[in-house]
């Protein structure tokens, strides 16, 4: 099923929600709504699933218009951030109930109803404890139960709104990459709401980032995360380093780094760096960005240091154990810095050059 939706706005009273949505989703795509809290992604979620009422604009799958059309009509399956098992049946029963509420005519026999929730306890890894009731389940336990039961009277579209939000960082963790997994298997159109950018980039084949009721940019991780396309998505997608730079006669400077531009008007511009994309040396190097080492965080693979720089406060940067090992930093070390890839703004235009 591939979904729709255009020249979408919401207000409430007064206040507009959604401003001008407009975005196209493939059939089998992993999408993800990203953004902070009250930027309007539920609204829009629950105007896609029929919830709520748009002010204007059509929601369309497969090209039929269903704006007019109520949540059931939609076909639509739904797992929310608290999950909504019904307590006193067990997880089977959970994940029959859709299937055993249709009307006679569609009703698979009871036979098949135990095969279908049998094929979906394997699928959410779960068939050893379908006996058990909501209590007896952990809260992970319970969204995956969830999913299976939404996903039980193969809807054409599966909605989630913040559907790990109540759960713990690792548990939250190893459920994105499961629902990555899961998807694979089930490949239904599915979009997700979430706050958290680290499960957007992880999970989704698309992203969409919203901020205060408008689409910021649209793309596959990938597109988002390297090329950002405003200042807000360069600083709301992963780490970054705003650096102060300006421009004079062709050449950007940030500090003693200098580097050959295509503009020749002066001006100020703020610098984008990833922590990743910063060579670090102790051993002078020309061309460079100097600070001292405020902190050093080693953690897993990859090693952070916190270098302090006059102009820029601090620049985190992230290098790998093994160069960490070779080079011994250690605070209050002087470093010589390069960026490797950078994007700055100038008059609100994006540029990106890698160096
Ligand atoms: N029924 C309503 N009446 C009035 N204002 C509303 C209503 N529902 C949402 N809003 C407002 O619309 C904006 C968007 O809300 P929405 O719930 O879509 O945000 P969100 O991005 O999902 O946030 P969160 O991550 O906190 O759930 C918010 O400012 C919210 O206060």
Redesign the pocket.
Known sequence: MTIHIKQIN?S??Q?Q??HDINVDIKEGELTALL????????????IIAGLETASSGQILFDQQDVTGLSAQQRDIGFVFQHYALFRHMTVSDNISFGLRMKPKSQRLSNQEIQAKVKNLLELIQLEHIEKRYPDQLSGGQRQRVALARAIATEPKVLLL??PFGALDAKVRKDLRRWLREFHKEIHVTSIF?T?DQDEALEVADKIIL?NE?KIEQIGTPEQVYKHPQSYFAAQFLGDMNLLDGYIHQGMLYVDGFQQKVTQTTSAHVVVYVRPHEMEVTKAPVKNSIKGKIIRVHTTGPTVQLEVHHIKNDSIEISISYAQFEREKFTVGDEVYMQPHLLNYFLQDELVEFMI
């Not at 953004?35 to 629950?46: D, E, F, Y």
């Open positions: 919401k409430f009273g206040f929600a959604l953004g902070q809290s009250g930027c309007g992604k539920t609204t829009l979620l629950r709104d913040e709401v706050h919203m009721g």
